[in-house]
């Protein structure tokens, strides 16, 4: 039977990046464009957490890993790269 210490860790660390997430709302004055990018940043980074423990992707062979983790990353490319270009159609 496999330890539950790896999986309590990465719980843990869900928890700390979810409260991470919730922090970076309330603070005052950030602006929207920074704000949305750690947001996304974080979402990111719990997602490859889940990817890897919970699917047990981090066990598997590096050419299934890839085959998983590029189309995994492929639409946060595609989203950081439409909040740049908004932020460039707001600039004077």
């Known amino acids: ?3 539950r210490k790896p999986y309590l860790r990465v719980f843990l660390a ?3 990046l979810t409260v991470a997430e919730i922090s970076v709302v309330y603070v005052p004055a950030v602006p929207r464009g920074p704000l949305i990018s750690a947001l996304v940043l974080l979402a990111i ?3 490859s957490l889940v990817l890897l423990f919970f699917m047990h992707l981090a066990r ?3 050419a299934l890993q890839l085959t998983v983790i590029i189309p995994f990353l492929l639409p946060a490319v595609f989203a950081m790269a439409l909040i740049g270009e908004a932020a460039w159609r707001l600039l004077p």
Request: positive net charge; proline residues 0%.
């Open 14 to 16: 869900l928890v700390v």
């Open 60 to 62: 598997e062979k590096r």
């Open 45 to 47: 980074a719990k997602a």
């Open 1 to 3: 039977m496999a330890s």
